[in-house]
Each structure stands twice: as C-alpha cells, then as structure tokens.
Nanobody, 120 residues
Framework: QLQASGGGLVQAGGSLRLSCAASESTFSINAIGWYRQAPGKQRELVAAITSGGRTNYADSAKGRFTISRDYAKNTVYLQMNSLKPDDTAVYYC????????????????WGQGTKVTVSS
C-alpha cells in the first residue's frame, strides 16, 4: 500500500515536494509512478521511476519536476518547481510497470491522493 502526501496551496512559480511512502518489500522491487487528475479530466502519468532509478516524465513535467527515490526511507518524491495553475490536480502514486512503449499502473485502487492547488 502506498501513501501520498505533501500537497497544498501554492502560488504560480512556487514549489512543492510530494512524498509516496511504501513498505520496504513493496518499495525495493517495484517501479513507482506519480499520476494526477484535474477536475473534469482523465488521470495522467506525470513521472515514474524504476527500482533501479530509471526515470520517465510526461512532456508537461520535463524540466520542472524531478522524481527520485530514497532507499533508506522507502519513499518516492516528486519535486515540483515552477508550478503553474494547470498543475492543479489531485496527485496519486501507484506501482507501475515499464513496458516497451508505455508505463501502466499495476492496481486499480488509487487511494485519496494529495491535492495540489496552484493559484495564479
């Protein structure tokens, strides 16, 4: 089970760091991805990281967001800089599978996520 946290209200141009905590057994062998869902829109992948540290970013996140893993804390972080109002969404983390061309979530259960609101 994963627990997302760290959301909040921030002004445009600001930064937030989201955390996704997992059990050691889950964290050590699985790729983890951050997704987001804005009101009225489909959930989309923002960034993902393999157990070995390989990363993948959505075009909207490249250059602004950084995904990383802390092996000591069994936590995946999403550092979000230069935030824009379009980044407003509920952010979720999930285990993912890196395919040849796509990254797909492993589970249908998404939890409550953590809400990010970026004001203009």
């Amino acid at each position: 089970q994963l627990q997302a946290s760290g959301g909040g209200l921030v002004q445009a141009g600001g930064s937030l760091r989201l955390s996704c905590a997992a059990s050691e057994s889950t964290f050590s062998i699985n790729a983890i991805g951050w997704y987001r869902q804005a009101p009225g829109k489909q959930r989309e992948l923002v960034a993902a990281i393999t157990s070995g540290g390989r990363t993948n970013y959505a075009d909207s996140a490249k250059g602004r967001f950084t995904i990383s893993r802390d092996y000591a804390k069994n936590t995946v972080y999403l550092q979000m800089n230069s935030l824009k109002p379009d980044d407003t969404a509920v952010y979720y983390c999930n285990l993912v599978t890196f395919g040849n061309y796509v990254i797909v979530p492993k589970y249908d259960y998404w939890g409550q996520g953590t809400k990010v609101t970026v004001s203009s």
